[in-house]
């Protein structure tokens, strides 16, 4: 039973551009959330897909956005990106209403 | 909004000695979470706990839920090498996790 799998590991940009990262969650679960965790910080969050919707949303602007698939994978898209979201992202799944999230390892998104 | 605060922000210690970390909210807590994150990896879910006053042990690991529900911590007794990441607490807000910025826990050997 694989668990929360990410992809790419690690991403280098340059300012401006737009990139898509992927999750796949754990077997049996079908909510996914994502957060960002800069160096040296506690990861935050950026918002939760459930039935294929956006369930939840923190406090992050407009060039963040997602999609999740009937399969319950996930991609998070950001646009315009700025060196500021330089960050691991990290992929979280759950089964609705359970207590315990499951993070994946991770993307390393550098911006330059 | 809603947020929790943590200390130390790091902690050096001798292998062998103790190690707690504290969890702070200024607003009552439904629940607290702890999660470690190796150096390079991911956060891996601890605990949860839910009660007033509640304490629950994983070997080593003590991990205690303050009687107003404001506060939480956990404590790590005789560190070993294992023992060495980042320590973070975090509330479950209608399933959204809010963080602590952590603690890390260097050992020497």
């Known amino acids: 039973d694989a668990g929360v799998t990410q992809s790419p590991t690690h991403l280098i940009k340059t300012r401006g551009q737009q990139v898509t990262l992927r999750c796949s969650p754990k077997?049996?679960?079908?909510?996914v959330s994502w957060y960002q965790q800069a160096l040296g910080q506690g990861p935050q969050f950026i918002f939760q897909?459930?039935?294929?919707?956006?369930?939840q949303r923190g406090n992050f602007p407009d060039r963040f956005s997602g999609h999740q698939f009937p399969n319950y994978s996930s991609e998070l898209n950001v646009n315009a990106l700025l060196l500021g979201d330089s960050a691991l992202y990290l992929c979280?799944?759950?089964?609705?209403?359970?207590?315990?999230?499951?993070f994946g390892p991770g993307t390393r998104l550098t911006v330059l | 909004g809603q947020q929790v605060m943590q200390i130390p922000q790091y902690q050096h210690v001798q292998e062998g000695e103790d190690f707690t970390t504290y969890c702070n909210s200024s607003?009552?807590?439904?629940?607290i979470q702890w999660y470690k994150q190796r150096p390079g990896g991911h956060p891996v879910f601890l605990i949860q706990?839910?009660?007033?006053?509640e304490v629950k042990k994983q070997k080593r690991l003590t991990f205690q839920f303050g009687e107003a529900k404001k506060n939480s911590s956990l404590h790590i007794t005789a560190t070993q090498t294992t023992d060495v990441g980042t320590y973070f607490c975090?509330?479950?807000?209608?399933?959204?996790?809010?963080f602590g910025s952590g603690t890390r826990l260097l050992v020497r050997p």
């Open positions: 979280a799944s759950r089964s609705d209403r359970a207590d315990t999230q499951y």
């Open positions: 077997s049996g679960h079908d909510t």
């Open positions: 897909y459930y039935e294929e919707e956006e369930r």
């Open positions: 607003t009552t807590l439904s629940n």
């Open positions: 706990l839910v009660k007033s006053g």
């Open positions: 975090c509330m479950d807000s209608s399933y959204k996790l809010i």
